[in-house]
């Protein structure tokens, strides 16, 4: 460990945004001893709520940025779509990790794609859009065929899957002519993903493998460790490593991948913790957010181990339909974990919150995690 750069409790540390993320960041921070400011311009920012200092404004707003860079020892992220600008002002000041140039390429799906195919990585067939001349033609071998818009798509939103190249022209204009990537429609056996994190001196640890379940676009379950091929687990955990190596990453990192016919494939990545890695917060030895901060204050990693089968759902709005969910029922399951984020309006499709099931054996556990689920709506 390079002392030098370590930062000790009871410093602050800067996190920008303030949502879920920002949260479990906080949380962990201060049970490690620390103190956290959060930028976010929302007044109930969930991890604004709890955080030591709230700056409540924009992502590039000067004077901000100033204060935060006078307050922390060392600022890190919870999504990627904060500007590059900003990462760049505050790395003059203090520590920023990941650097701004690893974020830059997780926030633009043409980059990333690119940057992916260029490091040799195996990803499904694509083609990059930036006018409506750039749509391939029926005979492509591209379609069926998934448009996803290059910037500020998550969740699913910012695509549509289409058939045919008119398809493809009328979706392009629909989502205003953005630059975007026109991906085969693979069949999918199942998808996974990994959570690192890498620190400054280039160490990795690797999370187990998790096996996400998608409903309209967006994550509904994770199960960990992932069941099938172990060959798959461990190529998807060296997969992900030499992604982080490739970008010679410093923080935490979440690579989503398919599995198709048999293949892996290298879907996209988030520079930060990711959804499908919450089930770490209950499982796990250290957790995804502890690792994030044990990175950014130049900490030696923490053990990544998993001691117990977990499986994770995440909780939307929807279930909040007609007033509060059955949490009576929720908490009749002895080894449930509930986290939900204080979010004020629960509206569709909104994450609220997530439950994760711990058990001895992964059998009885998704069956106790999907009696949960089943009971909440
Ligand atoms: P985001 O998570 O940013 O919304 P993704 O590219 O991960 O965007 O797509 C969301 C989900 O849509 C994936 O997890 C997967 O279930 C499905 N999907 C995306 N691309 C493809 C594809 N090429 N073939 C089949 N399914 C896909
Ligand atoms: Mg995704």
Redesign the pocket.
Known sequence: MSSATTILPPAMLGMLGGGQLGRFFVIAAHEMGYKVAVLDPDRNSPAGKIADVHLCAAYDDKVALQSLAEQCAAITTEFENVPASTLEFLAQHRTVRPAAASVAIAQNRVAEKNFFRDSGLPVAPYAVIQQEADIPAEDSGLYPAILKVARFG??GKGQARIKTPEEAHAAFEKFGAEVCVLERMLKLDYEVSVVLARDADGNVETFPVAENSHLNGI?DVSIAPARGDASIRDQARQLAIEVAKKLNYTGVLGV?FFVSEGRLLV??MAPRPHNSGHYTIDACVTNQFEQQVRVLAGLPLGDARQHSPAVMVNLLGDIWGDGEPAWDQAYAESGLKMHLYGKHEARPGRKMGHFTVIGEKMEQTLQGALKVRHALG
Do not use: G, K
Request: avoid cysteine; proline fraction near 0%; charged fraction near 50%.
């Open positions: 998550y969740d994550l989503e879907n996209e």
